[in-house]
C-alpha cells in the first residue's frame, strides 16, 4: 500500500530534550515536505526536499532541522525543542518534485501530535 | 494577510443538504488543491486542477481563473463528510499557500 508513516504519533517531551520524528515514503518520490498546523493559523511549511541530499527552508525553519541521505527517508529534528514548538506536524510527499507551473498531489503521513513542557 | 482565504470558517448541515465551500486567492496560480482532513487528523488530497471543473463521486470542484476563485461542492452530503476541507494553492514557486480551512459538520 502506497503511504507516508511518520513516528511517533504523539510524543509529549519537556523542553530542551532533542528528539526525532521520522518520516517514510514507499512511493519512490522525490519531493518531500514537512508541515505544521496550528489552530488559526493552518498549515505552514518547515523544510523541504527536492530529492535526495537537496533540502531548503519553508516558511517556518527555525529550531528545527532536516535531513535527506535517502529517498524514502525525511526526518524532522529538533535538537533543542521549546513550548512554541507544541504542535500537529505532517509529512508528504509527491512525485515529480512541484516547480514553477507544475503541481502534482500531495500525499500526507497521518501527522505527529508533539506536545512540549 | 493570508494570500488564501476559505469560506464559512464553519458549517454545520443537516445529512442531504447541498454544501458549498469556498475559496479565494489574490495572487495567479499554476494549480489549485482541496484536501479533506479528517477529525483523527490524517489529510487527504480530493483535487488538484488548474481550470474548469472535476468531480469525483458526490464531490465537484470548480475553479475561475480569472476571479481566482474555486469552490468545492458536496451532494447529497452525509455525517461521514464531517472534516476540515483546505483549499491551498500553488503560485510562482514550488510552495502551496494553505488556507485556514473549514469545518463542516454534517447532522444526521
Known amino acids: 500500500e502506497a503511504q507516508v508513516t511518520q513516528n511517533p504519533r504523539y510524543l509529549i517531551t519537556v523542553t530542551g530534550k532533542k528528539l526525532t520524528v521520522t518520516c517514510s515514503q514507499n512511493?519512490?518520490?522525490?519531493?518531500m515536505s514537512w508541515y505544521r498546523q496550528d489552530p488559526g493559523l493552518g498549515l505552514r511549511q518547515i523544510y523541504y526536499s527536492m530529492n535526495v541530499e537537496v533540502t531548503d527552508k519553508g516558511d517556518v525553519p527555525e529550531g528545527y532541522k532536516v535531513s535527506r541521505k535517502e529517498k524514502r527517508n525525511f526526518p524532522l529534528i529538533l535538537e533543542s525543542p521549546s513550548p512554541n514548538q507544541t504542535s500537529l506536524y505532517f509529512c508528504a510527499s509527491s512525485s515529480p518534485p512541484p516547480r514553477r507551473g507544475v503541481s502534482q498531489p500531495q500525499h500526507f503521513g497521518d501527522g505527529t501530535r508533539l506536545s512540549i513542557l | 494577510k493570508n494570500e488564501v482565504e476559505q469560506s464559512p470558517q464553519n458549517l454545520t448541515a443537516q445529512e442531504g443538504e447541498f454544501i458549498t465551500i469556498n475559496c479565494s486567492y489574490s495572487v495567479g496560480i499554476s494549480a489549485l488543491h482541496w484536501l479533506q482532513q479528517h477529525p483523527g487528523g490524517g489529510i487527504v488530497s480530493l483535487f488538484m486542477?488548474?481550470?474548469g471543473k472535476k468531480k469525483h463521486g458526490r464531490l465537484i470542484a470548480t475553479i475561475n481563473i480569472q476571479e481566482k476563485h474555486s469552490s468545492l461542492h458536496i451532494t447529497a452530503s452525509h455525517p461521514r463528510d464531517s472534516a476540515v476541507y483546505i483549499c491551498a494553492v500553488q503560485g510562482g514557486s514550488e510552495k502551496l499557500v494553505f488556507g485556514k480551512g473549514t469545518k463542516l459538520t454534517v447532522n444526521p
Open positions: 512511493m519512490n518520490h522525490e519531493y
Open positions: 486542477l488548474s481550470s
